[in-house]
């Protein structure tokens, strides 16, 4: 029987080296794989939903003159940022708009934050209008007489969604809601958000 030499021994030991090296790298390329899958199947990230939760009249003055009707007011309200994402949503800082009729009347500060995953956020927002931009619209009188005024806001808030402390992938949330002021009992009524 031929005895085996060294040269064929590190021969045998280096195959099997290659062997279990070209295993790790499948086994590595394998989780990789499925990683990837898994985030972009089942774990796929969405933009997170803003929405006033609730407005309150902290003040509000009406000058109801029959030469130039205006008004003021100032709103405090709840903004919810509700994220369904596995990881957190952290965003910078905005604004939250009021506008009557169409025209931009206010606005209020929304600063950056971050939306913890599968969590709703809760923010204080305040925003102070007036209807000086809107004094020439020509359902002002009308509006002020009914005793309702047609109002809607809107914001949008940028970040980036962090999963694993690996990935991040740039989403934003977009909130555009309506509301009535009653201004004979200086309240919000049929808040709407979309």
């Known amino acids: ?9 590190q021969d ?5 080296n ?5 295993f790790i790298v499948a086994g590595v390329i394998s989780q990789t794989v499925t990683t990837v899958l898994f985030l972009l199947l089942v774990m796929r990230i969405r933009n997170p939903k803003l929405r006033l939760g609730s407005v309150s009249v902290e003040s509000f003055n009406l000058n109801s003159s029959s030469s130039s009707p205006s ?20 965003f910078d800082n905005s604004t939250a708009t009021i506008s009557y009729r169409g025209t931009e009347i206010g606005e209020g500060a929304i600063s950056k934050e ?11 927002v305040t925003v102070t209008a007036s209807s000086g931009k809107a ?7 009308s509006d002020i007489d009914s005793g309702i005024l047609q109002l809607s806001s809107r914001a949008k808030l940028s970040g980036k969604i962090h999963l694993f402390f690996i990935f991040k992938k740039k989403k934003s949330a977009e ?4 509301m ?15």
């Open 114 to 124: 971050r939306a913890r995953f599968r969590s709703t956020k809760k923010l204080n």
């Open 12 to 16: 045998a030991r280096r195959k099997r």
């Open 135 to 141: 004094s020439t619209n020509s359902h002002l009188r």
């Open 71 to 90: 008004f003021s007011i100032k709103l405090s309200a709840q903004v919810t940022v509700k994220n369904t994402n596995f990881g957190h949503f952290k």
């Open 1 to 9: 029987m031929p005895k085996m030499t060294s040269g064929g021994n």
């Open 18 to 22: 290659i062997k279990c090296l070209a």
């Open 175 to 178: 909130m555009n809601c309506t």
């Open 180 to 194: 009535e002021l009653n201004t004979k009992i200086k309240a919000i009524q049929n808040l709407a958000c979309k």
